[in-house]
């Protein structure tokens, strides 16, 4: 029965939160990777490209979580599970003291990119698509699967999530000065697809043997592409007046959000076969459309041991609710990189980079040291190993040219894909960032430092 309890307003927690960049890093210093400019303006690519729709495809996972605790296939049932929600005392001692989960994906729909004389030109449009979660592991620990592993009281510190949808308009310039010097930049103009954000303060949970009672406080924002009203009485959603969707006055399809931002990047060759690299991306704004703006301060809710909500009408009532537009500035990205090719073969040289992404509680960094060795003409691979956030990773990449065609893929983790089973079922880390993509090359190759 407490299992039922506290699975039930679990899920309520969980619902409020709900409602509430993708280039795989091992590919840094491949001169031969299109979109290179994209982790440093300044990056000027041997050719030009085209590219449409699978120019450049990437999605990222990106987690501290442990594979025998998030997916596990059971023989027995011949299905997936999820061990830290079927049986959270199994695998407690497996589990990191703070959750982290980033799920990401950053589709290039079209790019373009040229050289004329020392400047390099791109465009492209794309559209991303970026989630993340930063939770205390005990917002999980109220779901063990027998009633006899539960507590009497849990306390869940301070939890954040968002989830953000944009497509992105982008135009950059690089210039290449002196030979050894390049600085680059690109503006893009941001079109919100959707926009989901809950931030919670300290939890507290009491389970009883009659019901279960949760104490909260947080704020949640929702922004849509197809707008809505909800009928709100001095600040408190009237949800009973709401019979059939035309009482969310729903409106036409729109714009979610408008945004701005900039990305700045140089490149230096102090001495011959010495490179240095820095940049900072994302520099700028995003201003959401009206959307679902709720607050809620002492928010206390009780669930009996029939499953029943007492007083359902009360649940509303700590929420401060309007319906409003919101500006927040985006999260920024650090590149920085130090490459040195060997003096007697400058098809193969040795880097160490780094990235920093500054997204407050759900910051993350990533250093890796890169191999890099080239075949002229056909073929470059670089290998990584790299130290993040999320745990050690080792990555590869292969660029393939054939003519006017290029294809490219690149992962940052190998681990996961390695690990599979005969059910392709991970083991290990589940932390991992994958690229792939074809494209029609401009065979104007130019000198790039």
Not at 289 to 318: C, Q, T, W
Request: glycine fraction near 10%; hydrophobic fraction near 40%.
């Amino acid at each position: 029965m407490k299992k039922r309890l506290f699975t039930s307003i679990f899920a309520i927690i969980i619902g409020l939160s709900t409602f509430a960049q993708q280039n795989a890093r091992t590919a840094y210093f491949m001169d031969s990777y299109a979109y290179r400019y994209k982790f440093n303006p300044s990056f000027i690519p041997e050719n030009g490209h085209l590219g449409v729709g699978v120019g450049n495809v990437g999605v990222a996972v990106q987690t501290n979580l442990d594979a025998k605790t998030a997916f596990v296939y059971d023989e027995s049932k011949g299905a997936f599970n999820i061990p830290f929600l079927d049986d959270y005392s199994s695998v407690e001692q497996y589990m990191p003291e703070n959750i982290r989960l980033g799920l990401g994906e950053d589709i290039d729909l079209f790019s373009l990119g040229f050289h004329k004389g020392h400047s390099f030109t791109s465009f492209d449009v794309s559209l991303k698509t970026d989630v993340n979660l930063n939770a205390p592991n005990s917002l999980l620990s109220g779901l063990a699967t027998t009633d006899e592993n539960y507590k009497d009281s849990y306390h869940i510190p301070g939890f954040e999530g968002r989830g953000e949808s944009v497509l992105s308009i982008a135009y950059g310039k690089a210039y290449q000065v002196g030979g050894f010097l390049s600085v680059g930049g690109r503006v893009k103009v941001l079109v919100g697809v959707a926009s989901a954000r809950a931030k919670f303060g300290e939890t507290y949970v009491n389970v009883t043997d009659q019901a279960v009672e949760a104490k909260t406080s947080g704020e949640i924002d929702v922004t849509l592409p197809k707008p809505f009203e909800i009928p709100i009485i001095n600040g408190v959603p009237d949800i009973e007046d709401i019979k059939e969707p035309d009482d969310l006055k729903i409106g036409d399809l729109r714009p979610a959000g408008l945004g701005l931002a900039a990305d700045l990047g140089a490149t230096i060759q102090p001495i011959r076969g010495l490179t240095l690299s820095a940049a900072i991306l994302d520099l700028g704004f995003m201003g959401w459309s009206k959307g679902i703006r709720s607050s809620l301060s002492d928010f206390s809710m009780e669930i009996d041991k029939d499953g029943e909500y007492h007083n359902l009408n009360d649940v509303a009532l700590p929420f401060t609710t309007s319906m409003q537009s919101r500006l927040t500035l985006l999260s920024t990205t650090l590149n920085a990189g130090i490459e040195y090719a060997l003096p007697f073969y400058d098809g193969i040289s040795l880097g160490v980079m780094g990235t920093r992404r500054v997204a407050g509680a759900c910051s993350w960094g990533d250093t890796r040291a890169i191999l890099n060795i080239r075949a002229p003409k056909v073929i470059e691979l670089a290998g990584s190993i790299g130290r993040s956030t999320f745990g050690n990773t080792f990555g590869a990449a292969l660029h393939l040219h054939f003519g006017p065609l290029s294809l490219f893929t690149a992962i940052d983790s190998l681990a996961p894909v390695l690990s599979l089973d005969k059910n392709l079922a991970p083991h290990g880390q589940l932390n991992t960032n994958f690229v792939v993509g074809l494209n029609l090359l401009f065979l104007t190759k130019h000198s790039v430092i």
